[in-house]
């Protein structure tokens, strides 16, 4: 197998390897929880105080969603808030999630990457400059390359979590 970050052909070329960083981690994401039990896909860690593997990948997916509308310099349609969001609940932690199958997670997320796919085969390398506003109150700035670049290594960091909770998962079923 050949790893490679090379766009998609109707890409610019930097932007195709952004995207393709994107897409590379939603692979790597789809490995890594193959075959979970909704137990598991639910599973909180050991005290039971931790995001589960469905909260971290709706948040992923919402960031990534959040982001491809700014890459279309878009706001986020209500329904896409309703059906998808919110970012944060109250308590400013990841709202809660139970009972949904890792398929559904994985096809939601799907459509995310089909929509920033569409998104950045409409992007220039010199797109990428444009800057944009992000953050729970759109306070923060950064160009469309962060961004790009940003979701890919946001999905990273998630992962590693997942990764975790896998570990601690096994561990608890061994043990019970």
Not at 112 to 139: P, Q, Y
Request: net charge neutral; proline share 3%.
């Amino acid at each position: 197998m050949l790893h490679d970050l090379q766009g998609e052909s109707n890409m610019s070329t930097i932007v195709g390897i952004l995207y393709s960083a994107v897409k590379e981690n939603s692979q790597r994401m789809q490995l890594i929880t193959v075959e979970m039990s909704q137990e598991e896909v639910d599973y909180k860690g050991p005290h039971n105080n931790l995001n589960s593997t469905a909260q971290l990948i709706k948040h992923i997916m919402y960031v990534d969603l959040n982001w491809v509308y700014r890459l279309k310099r878009q706001p986020l349609p209500l329904s896409l808030k309703e059906q998808f969001g919110p970012m944060i609940d109250t308590n400013n932690k990841l709202p809660m999630i139970k009972g949904t199958s890792l398929r559904t997670l994985i096809t939601n997320y799907e459509g995310v990457l089909e929509m920033l796919k569409d998104a950045c085969i409409r992007l220039t390398d010199a797109d990428l400059d444009i800057v944009v506003h992000f953050g729970h109150e759109n306070e923060k700035r950064a160009t469309i390359r962060w961004g790009l670049w940003h979701m890919a290594d946001h999905s990273r960091y998630h992962q590693a979590q997942i990764n975790q909770l896998r570990k601690w998962y096994k561990e608890n079923s061994l043990s019970s």
